[in-house]
């Protein structure tokens, strides 16, 4: 069965205290790899989509990888605003459907 | 911001009354998804559609109904509410990257 995990589920960082969050997916044929940041009672908002292994995207202080088998978000120094919840979706083949993961909630203390 | 709206934002309705979430897009997107988000679940997918009057069954569609009858409009119908269908619903939609873009969500809630 299609699977999505994401760890850890929650994540508390100092302000500028680098760290990773993995996606790790045991689906066949995947198309592609999305990010998502969402904020406290707001819909999902797309950061990144990831087509293939060895693939890296950055935007401020986010960058996404992938591998064959999962994606990291690494966040840099990062700032109490980066403070949301991040999810990871796989794109399957042959369908139009995502399937999430349940989300890693990342705290950025001051 | 994708141009996505649902309504309502948020409703409180009784046991077993009829309930419809509407999404609207100004996008002109093909694709359309209504989910739901609970603690401990994460997204699920209720129904999806991939054109006007195209819709199929995601992996929770027991008790929910939708319509498509044009490209912006897709409606989530609860014929008869229940108390586990208490939850944040989301409509998102998606063109052929695949990559979708979410609504801001209505939060019902069934007593």
């Known amino acids: 069965e299609d699977q999505v995990t994401q760890s850890p589920e929650a994540l508390r960082l100092q302000e500028g205290e680098s760290s990773s969050l993995n996606c790790s997916y045991t689906v066949s044929g995947l198309r592609g790899l999305f990010w998502y940041r969402q904020d406290p009672g707001k819909g999902p908002e797309f950061l990144f989509t990831l087509y293939s292994a060895g693939e890296e995207k950055e935007k401020e202080r986010l960058k996404a990888t992938l591998t064959k088998k999962e994606s990291f978000l690494h966040i840099t120094a990062p700032k109490p605003e980066d403070s949301a919840t991040y999810l990871c979706a796989v794109h399957l083949s042959n369908d139009y459907k995502l399937s999430f993961g349940a989300g890693t909630t990342v705290t950025v203390r001051a | 911001d994708a141009g996505i709206t649902q309504s309502p934002r948020h409703k409180v309705t009784e046991t077993g009354t009829p309930v419809t979430l509407r999404c609207h897009q100004t996008?002109?997107?093909?694709?359309m998804y209504w989910y739901r988000q609970d603690p401990g679940h994460g997204l699920r997918l209720i129904h999806y559609s991939y054109g006007v009057k195209d819709t199929d069954k995601g992996e929770v569609s027991d008790g929910y109904s939708v319509s498509r009858s044009k490209t912006e409009d897709f409606l989530l119908t609860l014929e008869s509410a229940t108390s586990s269908q208490t939850s944040v619903y989301f409509c998102?939609?998606?063109?052929?990257?695949?990559?979708?873009?979410f609504g801001p969500g209505t939060r019902l809630t069934v007593t």
């Open positions: 998102a939609i998606s063109e052929l990257t695949y990559e979708q873009y």
């Open positions: 996008e002109n997107h093909r694709y």
